[in-house]
């Protein structure tokens, strides 16, 4: 069973709506990241987090740490949101980040 | 700045053969590092170094070798080719081995192995 699940594993939605992917983890993370990865292949990060709620310009993340739960939302979607958005979790002061295996986004016009 | 520069982007080995992959940051970042990517799967970590001279293991180190003798390059080696490394590698580095720092990823190297 993998440490960090993410659902859905797909997601289509239509142009505007309202995104929400999730991050679930079975260990004790001590930070989160969240990165998007382009239909090219280029993998970009967007957000790091350990507590609370982190926005840039359409997309929110938020992390609940004793719940092992985080969430990204991206806000009035549009067909270049479409990618895989992936989810990684840092183990107390381990060097390696424990990665979940992606979402993938297509956003319809 | 050109970030993180792998090459190649594509490359197809015969069974048994050895390559380097070549990976290069002009951010003067301490940590890099590098991942394959296969299909349904999370990223996992071959091997990486938190320093010039220093280098370590990461979750599927096995067939590969790495070195890093400046602080820019990490070329990551396959010593003979097997099928099982058909997959996309990824090389990333950050500013340092705090996870504090974003990580930066080159834009990926599509390897086959007949």
């Known amino acids: 069973k993998n440490e960090v699940e993410q659902s859905p594993q797909n997601l289509t939605a239509q142009e505007g709506e309202f995104i929400t992917i999730n991050c679930s983890y079975s260990?004790?993370?001590?930070?989160l990241h969240w990165l998007q990865q382009h239909p090219g292949g280029g993998i970009v990060s967007l957000f790091m987090?350990?507590?609370?709620?982190k926005k840039h310009g359409r997309l929110i993340a938020t992390i609940n740490i004793q719940e092992k739960h985080s969430s990204l939302h991206i806000t009035a979607s549009h067909p270049r949101d479409s990618a895989v958005y992936i989810c990684a979790g840092r183990e107390g002061s381990n060097y390696q980040l424990i990665w979940g295996a992606g979402t993938k986004l297509i956003i319809k016009p | 700045n050109a970030g993180v520069t792998q090459t190649p982007k594509f490359q197809v080995l015969k069974t048994g053969q050895s390559m380097t992959l070549q990976c290069a940051q002009d951010?003067?970042?301490?940590?890099m590092s590098w991942y394959r990517q296969d299909p349904g799967m999370g990223l996992r970590l071959i091997h990486y170094s938190v320093g010039a001279g220093i280098t370590d293991q990461g979750e599927v180190p096995n067939g590969y070798n790495v070195s890093r003798s400046t602080t820019e390059d990490f070329p990551l080696r396959l010593l003979s080719a097997a099928p099982s490394q058909t997959s996309v590698y990824f090389c990333?580095?950050?500013?340092?081995?705090?996870?504090?720092?974003?990580?930066?990823f080159g834009n990926g190297t599509r390897l086959t192995v007949t």
């Open positions: 951010m003067n970042h301490e940590y």
């Open positions: 987090l350990s507590s609370g709620k």
């Open positions: 990333a580095s950050r500013v340092d081995s705090s996870y504090n720092s974003p990580l930066h």
């Open positions: 260990v004790g993370i001590s930070a």
